[in-house]
């Protein structure tokens, strides 16, 4: 950040290739700083989201001293809690800098950088994920720039974000990382079906599992799930009498499975729309600003906009704990000057870029086929028309975990064998996920149900019934969209490909997944894509102003 304006954000992972890294971020950093064109000694703050100190002490040490399981608990994360309290010594070896260093709560950097990249001078901002310092979730006021924390009631292991993640693992994928599977499988499941040994439904037994305690909070029962135990044993023995033994990765998914993601969906969605309801009686804010890693659940985000709780709602792309370092950005710019300006339409295609001189390089280099087009978008389009795979890669990457338009996988959106044919010969991944559609936003509402911009792609919504065959390759099984509305103003290339596209078919909609394989981060650089792209059954890779190929009739 320079001058309170964002300039460069980027993640470890895309540069280790190790998906959810953690490893100290050297190589971002380094990244960031040629983006700005930078040198360490340039950097007036480092800003570090977690107080760390208080992290350690609610977490690890109180805990400890009153119970057995939770002393043992904390001896088994020992690295963890010397490299925490090393902090600030470990930033200085690593980056070789010398001057000041701050560190900031971890629930206000993720309202911060909702709140202040969003359009609104007003909003209640709500931060809801695994756990911060000791809160696992908050709720903030935002106003004229200025923010005020409202209710941080919710403290470990009272967590929603580590429940899911829980569950996630005990249906057979691994927490902190593939969430978003069980919300695509959730559609599968019905959680007003019974469980046999209990003669109740599911979604009573998960309200058991999470049950509300007031306004703004609620518990979970350590009887079901216990966090100070190692992770394979969060889900304790009497949830697996109930709902049977843990899937193993791989195996057949029941309805059993199923019936439970619903439910821990369903529960999910049910306790963060009676908070912000409440909220917003109690509070009386017209917009909403979401963040945290919870707010990445693009279909709980899509039933919050069909309440009409509020008039408009901000998400940041980049929700998860690498966005938080965004908001540490603003909270220490705010610290150092009083005032900061909140911006609209802020561009989160912040990582990586190339020139075309460099991207021409790496294509000779690697041998690969390849020409220059005309016309770029016509040329694209038509490929996209006769039912190519295209990947497509320009200009700045973006941050978060979505492919907006920059570093993705394109095809039609028909017929519905696209979605398959993708899941299984081009990402490696499972069935039934499903995968959005890129609208041109002057059309989005002919297309589906939702009344305002959705440019992150993280609200679900219902296609329009007329439109539902036109388009089935981004119809999930319950009708659902997870919708990415494009305009000239926030990706000019991007919405011209559509226009073309649109100009070629009369359908404004294409297919747009993240240009990666399962378990890989989104590709970075231009070796990246083409490595990508050589490896799987992608039919044509746009590179900069390039078109790859691997067939003389592609």
């Known amino acids: 950040m320079i001058n309170g304006k964002l300039i460069a954000a980027c993640a470890q992972e895309r540069f280790t290739l190790d998906k959810h890294s953690r490893k100290f971020p050297i190589d971002a950093v380094n990244e960031c700083l040629k983006i700005g064109k930078l040198k360490i000694d340039d950097i007036d703050e480092v800003a570090f989201v977690n107080d760390l100190k208080s992290y350690i002490r609610e977490i690890y040490l109180k805990p400890a001293i009153h119970n057995d399981k939770r002393l043992k608990f904390m001896f088994t994360d020992i690295e963890r809690i010397t490299r925490a309290f090393n902090m600030k010594s470990i930033i200085r070896k690593n980056l070789k800098y010398e001057g000041k260093i701050e560190f900031y709560r971890h629930h206000l950097c993720h309202v911060a950088s909702a709140y202040y990249p969003s359009r609104f001078k007003n909003a209640l901002c709500f931060s809801l994920d695994g756990v911060g310092e000791y809160e696992t979730g908050m709720i903030v006021g935002g106003k004229n720039g200025n923010l005020k ?308 792609m993280l609200m679900a919504c219902k296609v329009k019934s007329n439109k539902k065959e036109m388009i089935p390759a981004v119809v999930h099984v319950d009708n659902s969209c997870r919708v990415q509305t494009v305009n000239s103003k926030l990706n000019k290339k991007f919405n011209n490909l559509l226009e073309a596209f649109y100009k070629l078919t009369n359908i404004p909609v294409l297919l747009n997944t993240s240009f990666n394989v399962k378990g890989q981060p989104i590709v970075n650089t231009p070796q990246q894509a083409i490595n990508t792209f050589k490896n799987t059954n992608i039919d044509i890779l746009i590179l900069d102003e390039y078109i790859l190929y691997k067939k003389i009739n592609d």
């Not at 994928?173 to 919300?183: A, K, V, Y």
């Not at 007003?192 to 306004?215: A, C, H, M, Q, V």
């Open 149 to 456: 924390v409202l209710s941080s009631e919710n403290l470990y292991p009272n967590s929603l974000g580590l429940a899911y993640s829980a569950i996630t693992f005990f249906l057979g994928w691994n927490h902190h990382c593939d969430e978003g599977i069980i919300m695509g499988l959730a559609p599968f499941g019905n959680s007003k079906n019974i469980i046999p040994k209990t003669k109740k439904s599911y979604i009573s037994i998960f309200r058991k599992i999470i049950k509300e305690t007031g306004d703004f909070s609620y518990e979970v029962d350590p009887f079901y799930l216990n966090y100070y135990d190692q992770r394979d044993k969060w889900v304790s023995e009497n949830f697996i009498k109930i709902f049977g033994k843990k899937r193993k990765y791989g195996d057949r998914i029941n309805q059993n499975h199923k019936d439970i993601a619903a439910a821990l969906q369903d529960r999910l969605e049910e306790i963060v729309i009676k908070q912000l309801e409440k909220a917003k009686k109690k509070f009386n804010f017209e917009n909403l600003c979401l963040a945290g890693g919870v707010s990445l659940n693009c279909s709980m985000n899509g039933k919050i906009l069909d309440k009409k709780i509020f008039k408009k709602i901000f998400i940041t792309p980049a929700s998860g704990d690498d966005g938080c370092a965004i908001g540490a950005c603003y909270l220490a710019y705010k610290k150092k000057n009083k005032k900061i300006t909140v911006k609209e339409n802020q561009s989160f295609y912040l990582g990586s870029r190339f020139s075309s001189n460099d991207v021409k390089k790496t294509i000779i280099k690697n041998k690969v086929k390849y020409f220059k087009p005309k016309n770029l978008y016509l040329e694209t389009a038509q490929y996209l028309a006769k039912g190519k795979i295209i990947a497509w890669f320009q200009d700045g990457a973006e941050f978060g975990p979505r492919a907006l338009g920059n570093r993705s996988i394109l095809c039609k959106p028909y017929p519905k064998e696209m979605r398959d044919y993708l899941n299984k010969r081009v990402k490696f991944r499972e069935v039934f996920r499903p995968f959005a559609p890129a609208v041109l936003e002057r059309y989005q509402k002919n297309y589906f149900n939702i009344n305002q911009q959705s440019p992150h």
